[in-house]
């Protein structure tokens, strides 16, 4: 699998912004969808938003028109920039990539990233 590192998340107010970043490990794998999940308190793990190595970008509804993910190919890195953030936004962020090699498919994650978001 693809090892992950996150960093970028920390304490903002309403309204605010941050932005996280993603980066994969070198490795033969090669990375066909990179994204972002969040898992808020006493919620389940919801999908934020992902991109394919096309350049196909997906969100959750709630966060459409605030977060935008991207994808630095030379620095292997996936990026989340937030936007106007709420309360709502507060949760353990988890980086994941969809890798392949030789045939076979992997779901890679990172160790979460706390986003609070302060009222």
């Known amino acids: 699998q693809v090892q992950l590192v996150e960093s970028g998340g920390g304490l903002v107010q309403t309204g605010g912004s941050l932005t996280l970043s993603c980066a994969a490990s070198r490795s033969f794998f090669s990375i066909n969808t990179m994204g972002w999940y969040r898992q808020a308190p006493g919620k389940r793990r919801e999908l934020v938003a992902t991109?394919?190595?096309?350049?196909?970008?997906k969100y959750t509804e709630s966060v459409k028109g605030r977060f935008t993910i991207s994808t630095d190919s030379a620095n292997n890195t996936v990026n989340l920039q937030m936007n106007s953030l709420k309360p709502d936004d507060t949760a353990v962020y988890y980086c994941?990539?969809?890798?392949?090699?030789?045939?076979?498919?992997?779901?890679?994650w990172g160790q979460g990233t706390q986003v609070t978001v302060s009222s």
């Open positions: 994941y990539a969809a890798s392949s090699f030789r045939g076979y498919e992997y779901d890679s």
């Open positions: 991109i394919t190595s096309g350049g196909s970008t």
